[in-house]
């Protein structure tokens, strides 16, 4: 069973940063992609950020250059830096991840990971 356990949410002002934390543990393989999607009210989870097991990285487009992810595959984790954020990036965030190949492109399409996080809520002040 994989587990993961997302940290470092809280409410932060307009032009605030905030960065997020995800330990993986559990049976989910040597090489695996991880990735962070956030999700509102009455709204779907869209994904935010994705990284591969070779540090390779992918971003949802509205949030490359304020959003940065990174993974320490030794210690199986992933953080996920925002800065200058915005009241629209206000919602739940969580983690999530699935087994792949070393350096396969990860997704940002929630129906590739098949492991999830409980959630951390990231709330932003006008």
């Known amino acids: 069973q994989v587990q993961l356990v997302e940290s470092g949410g809280g409410s932060v002002d307009d032009g605030g940063s905030l960065r997020l934390s995800c330990s993986v543990s559990?049976?989910?393989?040597?090489?695996?992609?991880m990735g962070w999607f956030r999700q509102t009210p009455g709204k779907e989870r869209e994904g935010v950020a994705a990284i591969n097991h070779a540090g390779t990285s992918t971003y949802r487009d509205s949030l490359k250059g304020r959003f940065s992810v990174s993974r320490d595959s030794a210690k199986n984790t992933l953080d996920l830096q925002m800065n200058s954020l915005k009241p629209e990036d206000t919602a739940m965030y969580y983690c999530a991840a699935r087994p792949s190949y070393y350096s396969v492109e990860c997704f940002l399409g929630e129906e590739f990971y098949n492991s999830w996080g409980q959630g951390t809520q990231v709330t932003i002040s006008a």
């Open positions: 559990g049976n989910i393989g040597s090489w695996f992609c």
